[in-house]
């Protein structure tokens, strides 16, 4: 497909246990983000990849979140040892440069529910 | 201080009518954008309209408008003749360009009904 796919779309995992949710941009997007949405609440920055400069890590929210990318193409958020206030949806983005008018363009997000 | 402010948690408005989503904004920076997005009930989030903080005229696309203000550093959405469709999630969102880094810093949100 054309937009950004995020896997697994949901995810049921028990507390202290690792998790990878996976996010593929659109083909030829440069730009990545993952953001985490808690229950009706906004859309909260953790990370932001930008080619093969050094990622803004400035919102991951302790260092048990990790995120990876391969180039332009697929990034990998690591969550580990899960806690129950990590429950929340995932969303990863991507834009097709850095400018500041370029839209970020959503995929359906990771649902992830921490038992 | 929040940078991204929307003061109304929800909103009414009846088919066919114009509806206003407040959002102001907080930034020294004089580069950056404003963007608005819809989330409806399935979770998708759809891109709706950007204004630059230099751009002189109000951006529009079909039914959206913007009334941008900055001097009150205000960037109000303005859907006009609203459909059934429109009910969902409205995100104000703003990247300020000179931070060095593009992401985008959302404001919580204002849920919009709308009445048959």
């Known amino acids: 497909g054309a937009g950004v796919s995020q896997s697994p779309s949901n995810k049921v995992t028990e507390k202290g246990k690792d998790v990878e949710l996976r996010c593929d941009p659109i083909s030829g997007h440069t730009a990545l983000y993952w953001y985490r949405q808690r229950l009706g609440q906004g859309l909260e920055f953790l990370i932001y990849f930008q080619g093969n400069s050094a990622p803004d890590k400035s919102g991951l929210p302790s260092d048990r979140f990790s995120a990876e990318r391969t180039g332009e193409s697929v990034s990998t958020l690591t969550i580990q040892r899960t806690q129950q206030e990590d429950s929340a949806v995932y969303l990863c983005?991507?834009?097709?440069?850095?400018?500041?008018?370029?839209?970020?363009?959503f995929g359906n997000g990771t649902r992830l529910t921490v038992t | 201080a929040q940078k991204i402010t929307q003061t109304q948690p929800g909103m009414f408005v009846q088919e066919k009518e114009a509806v206003t989503l407040d959002c102001t904004y907080d930034t020294s920076d004089q580069s950056y954008g404003l963007f608005w997005y819809k989330q409806p009930s399935s979770g998708e989030m759809i891109f709706l309209i950007y204004q630059g903080s230099y751009d002189e005229q109000n951006a529009t696309e079909g039914r959206y408008s913007l009334n941008f203000q900055k001097a009150r550093k205000s960037a109000n959405l303005v859907i006009s003749a609203s459909q059934l469709g429109d009910s969902a999630m409205y995100f104000c969102?703003?990247?300020?360009?000179?931070?060095?880094?593009?992401?985008?810093?959302f404001g919580k949100g204002t849920k919009l009904s709308v009445i048959p």
């Open positions: 969102a703003m990247r300020e360009v000179t931070a060095g880094s593009y992401q985008l810093t």
């Open positions: 983005a991507s834009s097709n440069r850095g400018g500041a008018n370029s839209p970020l363009h």
